[in-house]
């Protein structure tokens, strides 16, 4: 039973334009979200999160998106740049306990 | 460095063999993970430490799988009587006393059970 799905494995965007990174949650009680950047041979490294008080959350080219009432949150990257091309992954707390990832969803910046 | 560090990054083993990985989390960090990636898959939750409480063990996939924190630090992953199924890159993180949990993670260990 996974909390934490990213339905899209992977996603090709073109430089320069948006790159949306979808993520869904089925547990009510997670209250702060994290997205990880992951490149092969190399652990995750965090990239930015967002507390269930808030609906968006900016840091740079990066915007976290909080849909409480869908479960739902996304990843803006915007513009797409060729060290974007990585694996994304989605993970939700309830700040007491572990975190839960989602399968990640690999994306791919086309030239 | 001060970052999380994992030995060895690369075990070959055969199958039926006994393996352990180590794990040194990020000095004064409280928290320590352990995740599993197996191919084409996500991170599979395995074993969460958090201070001096009982670690929550409920992502072990078997009783082939064991892991103990000496000290509050150093960590160490067994898996006893490795399976080919057990090849993956298990990963470990570490994450300070906060309230938002962001785990700082390690390269991993890729293990290879032929």
């Known amino acids: 039973d996974q909390q934490v799905k990213q339905n899209s494995p992977s996603l090709s965007v073109q430089e320069g334009r948006i790159s949306i990174l979808n993520c869904d949650y089925t547990n009510s009680m997670f209250d702060y979200f994290l997205w990880y950047k992951k490149y092969p041979a190399e652990g995750p490294t965090f990239l930015i999160s967002i507390s269930s008080i808030k609906d968006k959350n900016e840091d740079g080219r990066f915007t976290v998106f909080l849909n409480k009432s869908a479960k739902h949150l996304s990843l803006h990257i915007v513009p797409s740049q060729p060290g974007d091309s990585a694996v994304y992954f989605c993970?939700?707390?309830?700040?007491?306990?572990?975190?839960?990832f989602g399968k990640g969803t690999r994306l791919h910046i086309l030239p | 460095g001060a970052g999380v560090s994992q030995s060895p990054s690369n075990k070959v083993t055969e199958k039926g063999k006994d393996v352990e990985l180590r794990c040194d989390p990020i000095?004064?960090?409280?928290?320590l993970y352990w995740y599993r990636q197996s191919l084409g898959q996500g991170l599979e939750f395995l074993i969460y430490f958090q201070g001096n409480s009982a670690p929550d063990k409920s992502g072990l996939p078997s009783d082939r799988f064991s892991a103990e924190r000496t000290g509050g630090s150093v960590s160490t992953l067994t898996i006893q009587r490795t399976q080919q199924e057990d090849s993956a890159v298990y990963l470990c993180a570490s994450s300070p006393v906060n309230p938002y949990n962001e785990q700082f993670f390690g390269p991993g260990t890729r293990l290879t059970v032929l």
């Open positions: 000095s004064g960090h409280t928290a």
């Open positions: 993970a939700a707390s309830d700040r007491d306990d572990k975190i839960i």
